[in-house]
C-alpha cells in the first residue's frame, strides 16, 4: 500500500487591500468592505428604470431612511436597523437620515440629522456634512432641519 502526502495548502490568502482610499461600507474589522460606488450604480440604475417607466424629467425620488425608537418610558434605544431600500440606494446606516435624487440629472443629496454638541460627550466627535459627503460619495449633505423644496437643493421645483 502506497502512501501519498499531499503538500499543505498554503497558508491563508491575505485580506484585500483597501489602499486605494475609495469610499466604502463595512460592517467593522473583518468584514468585507463594499464600495460606495455600488450604491452609485444602483441609483443610476433606479434612474434609468424610472426614465424608461415614463417618469417626469422634473420628479424628485425621496428616500427616508430608519428613526430611532426609545424603548418605553427607559433612555434605552431599540437595537436599529436602517430600511432596506434607504441602505440599497445611499449605503447610510445612521438612524434619522433623508436621501433624495433628481431623476433627470441623478443629482444625488442627503439630509443628515443636526445632532446637538451634547452627542459627543458619548458618542465622539461630530462629523461634519462636508466628511460625510466624502463618505457616501455623494452630490451634497444637508442637515434634516434645512430640508425645503423651495431650498432649489437638487431639482428645479424652486
Known amino acids: ?4 502526502v499531499l503538500p499543505l495548502p498554503p497558508t ?14 463595512d460592517m467593522g474589522e473583518h468584514t468585507l468592505r463594499v464600495p460606495m460606488a455600488l450604491h452609485a450604480e444602483n441609483r443610476r440604475r433606479l434612474q434609468q428604470r424610472l426614465k424608461q417607466q415614463g417618469v417626469g424629467a422634473s420628479s424628485v425620488v425621496v ?4 428613526g430611532d425608537n426609545m424603548r418605553y418610558s427607559g433612555d434605552a434605544d431599540d437595537v436599529f436597523r436602517q430600511e432596506p431600500y434607504f441602505h440599497w440606494a445611499f ?11 433628481d431623476v433627470a440629472s441623478g443629482r444625488t443629496l442627503l439630509f443628515c440629522p443636526r445632532l ?10 461630530i462629523k461634519t456634512p462636508q466628511e460625510y459627503r466624502q463618505r457616501f460619495q455623494v452630490d451634497e449633505v444637508r442637515y434634516v432641519d434645512e430640508v ?4 432649489g437643493c437638487c431639482c428645479s421645483c424652486s
Open 12 to 25: 491563508r490568502p491575505a485580506p484585500p487591500s483597501y489602499t486605494d482610499g475609495a469610499a466604502h461600507f
Open 116 to 125: 446637538p454638541a451634547e452627542y459627543a460627550t458619548w458618542m465622539g466627535r
Open 1 to 4: 500500500m502506497y502512501l501519498t
Open 148 to 151: 425645503s423644496c423651495s431650498s
Open 91 to 101: 449605503g447610510a446606516l445612521e438612524p434619522g437620515w433623508y436621501g433624495a435624487f
Open 63 to 66: 428616500l427616508q431612511g430608519g
